[in-house]
């Protein structure tokens, strides 16, 4: 129910055209770019911390939850 209540108001702050970076991973993270892309915002996310060697890097598995969300442009970047 929190990460609901956090997605709702946290939606708010993004807007069309708006760049997010993100490290890692949080679900309540997830769930406000979901709810936003839902909500017909268009923007983009730039997910750091994605490996192609390693399936579990944080950054890597926001990467792939947001993949196929529709109203977001993805860019991936791995770390050094």
Do not use: Y
């Not at 979901?34 to 890597?60: E, Y």
């Not at 926001?62 to 860019?75: E, P, Q, Y």
């Amino acid at each position: 129910q929190a990460r609901k209540t956090i997605a709702m108001l946290g939606q708010d702050f993004i807007r069309d055209g708006n760049v997010i970076l993100t490290h890692g991973f949080s679900r309540v993270v997830l769930s406000i770019l979901q709810l936003a892309a839902s909500n017909k915002k268009h923007f983009s996310v730039i997910c750091t911390g994605v490996s192609l060697l390693s399936p579990n890097i944080c950054g890597q598995k926001l990467a792939i939850d947001l993949a196929f969300v529709k109203n977001i442009r993805l860019s991936a970047f791995k770390d050094k």
